[in-house]
């Protein structure tokens, strides 16, 4: 005789520890405030990782539907949509990296603009200056 496993169908609702372990072994340790937990309207369970206080933007959402889970941005964009938690875990990771880097190139690009803002702005000054002083400095040595 041979024993047909059937997958049995997922807990609606709230996540349960293992899956919450699964997530927080992928991402690392998540501190409180970092995370919080919800329902969708269907009474779906999702995972919202949020950016630092006191903003707390959602970052991404893990959201478990119908035995899968899916994974978007704070934009609502699809980002992976998978059966296995643990992949799923992983690629919001390398989300979260992308995130990050994304900001550092947002403040490289905003120093570099007020750095140039200066420039345009300051240099014209220092440069009839030096004109003004080559034209006075004879004069002021006639004072000498």
């Not at 893990?62 to 992949?87: A, M, P």
């Amino acid at each position: 005789m041979t024993v047909i496993p059937f997958e049995r169908p997922s807990i609606a609702g709230a996540w349960s520890e293992a899956e919450l372990n699964v997530v927080e072994g992928a991402l690392g340790r998540l501190r409180d405030g970092e995370w919080d937990t919800g329902l969708t309207e269907m009474g779906d369970a999702q995972l919202y990782l949020l950016a630092p206080r006191p903003d707390q933007a959602c970052e991404l959402c893990v959201s478990r539907v119908g035995g899968r889970y899916i994974l978007e941005d704070g934009n609502g964009r699809l980002l992976f949509e998978h059966r296995s938690l643990l992949l799923v875990a992983m690629h919001a990771r390398s989300a979260l990296r992308i995130t990050r880097w994304s900001l550092v190139g947002r403040v490289v690009v905003v120093w570099c603009t007020i750095r140039a803002a200066i420039h345009d702005r300051v240099e014209p000054l220092l440069g009839e200056s030096e004109e003004l002083l080559a034209q006075l400095t004879p004069q002021l040595t006639a004072f000498v």
